[in-house]
Each structure stands twice: as structure tokens, then as C-alpha cells.
């Protein structure tokens, strides 16, 4: 076992054959994950039921905080040069949502393992045990594709949110902001293994995002502070980035300033996931934690 562990370790260089062996392993974790989401069919009614009812607290508020004739919308249109505020404030709580599934999904896939009693043989397995990440997170983004399609339907249908934009503008915007969310998420999970509760973390996480992203209103109207705490909040640039380019005809141009940062967010979570990872490897290595509770 010895031998096997430290032949296996992360950052070795592998060969060809290694490489396909590895992408087996991959598919075949992401492969599990999908059977765990089969046999439990339910979250298609949260799938369903979860995009019309967290924004319809929001979008009632912004109705009543508009006044009866609607003239607070005057103060809106001016901050955020957006017209359609349902969809603003749709687009935000969808992005929120995401972190906040990639969070409770991703983050707790490890420690998910360890309740099944199945992380501690996994660990053991002749292969990169990054892959037991990177596979759960592919799920998980095809889910959320299909969750973002769903919500931009029944917006819609219930709220009449036209998305007037450059449809693969959105697409390249989602796939730039993928590996913040999942990076993330990944340093997330490791910090899991180690401390083995972290649900407080998720509810600071979240909390940070409904408060200085502007997941409702825009942070201009924030104090100054706040503000500059934003700036350093990848979901910011996620949400003026997709709004910008769905519902005010954003050009490639226009968005390169959020897409660049979003790129600098990504990479930086991504390597942070990564060592972050390594590190808990090593500790729960020598400590004999991975099959502690």
C-alpha cells in the first residue's frame, strides 16, 4: 500500500498509458456521481421548483420598493444601465445559486465519501486521487447547464424576462466563470476533509455573495468599503458580465475588462484548489485521517 501511495502521488509524470488510465478513472467517479443523482430523481422538482421561487422574494421586494407608479425605476436605469430589473435580479440569484450548489455539491464531495465509508478503500485506488474532485465536478456543471436552461425558460414564462442578448456571449461568460465557481469549490472541499465540519463556511461564502455582489441591486448603491470588497469577489464580475451581455447587448469588447479578471479568478482558485488539496493529502496521510469521522 506504501509503495502504491507514494508512486501515484500527485504531480508525478505519468505516461501515455497512464494518461488513458487516468481519464478511465475520471469518467468512471463522474460516472458514479451520475448514478447517485439517477437514483435519487427528486432534485428534478428542485431543479423545477428552486429557480421561480428564490427570485420571487426579490422581485415582489423591488416591485413594492419601486413605488406604485414604478418611479424608483428611474434610480435603477441610471446605476446599472439596465432597463428589465427582473431579469437583473434574475440572472443574479441564478448565479448565486450556482456557488451556492457548487459549495454544498463539490465541496462536501469528499466528506461525502467518508459518511458512506467508502473514501477511506477509494483512497487506496491506483490512480490520481485529484480525480475523486475533478469528477463529481463535472457533474455538476452538467447539471447546473441544465438548471441555467431551466431557469431561463421558466423566467420567462413566469416573470416575462426577455434575454435580449448574444446567447453565446452568455455561454463563453459561463464557461469563463466555471473554474472561480469550481475552484472554489475544490479548495472547499479539502479544507472539508481536514476540519470535517464547515457549514458555517458555506453560510459565510454565501453570505458574502448576497451582500457585496449585488445578487438584487446594484453595487453602486453600496458604501464605499463594500465596494472595494466586491472587487475582489469573482461572482461580481460574473453577474455585471452576464447581465451586461443577456440584457443590455453587450459587445465581446465591452466585456473583455470582466473577462480578463474572471480568467485571473479562475486561475488563482484553480492552483489554490490544487495546493490546497496536496496539502490535505499529505496531512491526513500521515495522520491516518482520511477514514476519520
Known sequence: MTTTSRALAPGQVRT???????????????????????????????????????PLAYILSARALSGPDQSGLALFIARTGISDYLGFIAIGTTVWMWQNVVLWGVGFALRNEQWRGTLETNWMAPTWRFTFLLGPSLVHLA?????????????GVFFGVRFNG?????????????????????AFASVVVWLKEAHNFVQMVRGLVMIFCGISFPIALLPGWMQEVAVFLPQTYMMRAIRSAALANATLSDLMPDIIALLGFGAFFLAAGYILFQWTERRARRAGAIGQY
Not at 19 to 36: D, F, H, I, Q, S
Not at 167 to 186: C, D, K, R, T
Open 16 to 54: 501515455a498509458e497512464g494518461v488513458l488510465g487516468e481519464w478511465g478513472a475520471l469518467l468512471a467517479v463522474a460516472r458514479k456521481e451520475w448514478l447517485y443523482v439517477r437514483r435519487y430523481p427528486s432534485w428534478v422538482i428542485s431543479l423545477l421548483i428552486w429557480p421561480v421561487i428564490f
Open 143 to 155: 447539471q447546473m447547464l441544465i438548471f441555467m436552461l431551466v431557469s431561463a425558460i421558466e423566467f
Open 166 to 186: 448574444n446567447p453565446l456571449l452568455v455561454i463563453l461568460l459561463i464557461a469563463v466563470s466555471a473554474p472561480s465557481v469550481y475552484g472554489l469549490g475544490i
